[in-house]
């Protein structure tokens, strides 16, 4: 069954904790943490600091999506605040294959991220190496967009070229349950969800009905 990773960036953030909890009660398989820096993306979220005092509210692992230029900065930060995946962006690392040995020196598993625009090529050679590979199915920067349909071959292709290896298929941007079975037909293992979880008022009907 697909894992289901709901985005805190939809929550509410006066209550980010209880928000949490709320939806690990509700069924959520990984809280997905969307760290933007107001460069990357034009969006600016949240850092190292409030990843590590939320980290407590949780067993579950932190999921966490680095939008941000220069991620080799802040690795060891998110990895020291609590995070159990780190994802950062292929087209923000100049060298992505040092990168994801950092991320793996750093105790956490790597994902590597695509924009919709980028092709899958980017990270063909280094697709060993990943824990996670993260399909983008909106421009990233804001929750509740709209699904880009057209991102569905892109997603089938990545599902081949992973292959029998274990690396997650994980799809970000306006998954919602008209999709998710789409999705799901094409190998997709975990997929997030912002608005059509937090932007319900019952998490637990919301990723029930995902599932
Ligand atoms: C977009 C973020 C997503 C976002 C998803 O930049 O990476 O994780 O929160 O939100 P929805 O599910 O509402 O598209
Ligand atoms: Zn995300």
């Given at each position: 069954m697909t894992l289901v990773a709901p985005s805190i960036l939809s929550a509410d953030f006066s209550r980010l904790g209880d928000e949490i909890r709320a939806v690990e009660a509700a069924g959520a398989d990984w809280i997905h943490i969307d760290v933007m820096d107001?460069?990357?993306?034009?969006n600016i979220t949240i850092g190292p600091g409030v990843v590590k005092d939320l980290?407590?509210?949780?067993?579950l692992p932190f999921d966490v999506h680095l939008m941000i230029t220069e991620p080799e900065r802040s690795i060891e930060a998110f990895a020291e605040a609590g995070a159990d995946i780190v994802t950062v962006h292929a087209e923000a690392a100049d060298h992505l294959h040092r990168l994801i040995g950092q991320i793996h020196d750093a105790g956490c598993k790597a994902g590597v991220s695509l924009n919709p625009g980028s092709p899958l090529s980017l990270v063909e050679n280094v697709v060993s190496d990943l824990d996670l590979l993260l399909v983008m199915t909106v421009n990233p920067g804001f929750g509740g967009q709209s699904f880009i349909a057209s991102m569905l071959p892109k997603i089938e292709q990545a599902s081949h070229m992973i292959g029998g290896r274990d690396v997650y298929l994980q799809v970000d941007g306006g998954v919602d349950d008209g999709n998710i079975g789409l999705l799901e037909e094409r190998g997709v293992d975990v997929v997030v969800a912002g608005s059509a979880v937090f932007g319900t008022p019952d998490y637990a009907a919301a990723i029930k009905k995902l599932k």
């Open positions: 107001g460069h990357f993306v034009p980290r407590p509210s949780t067993e």
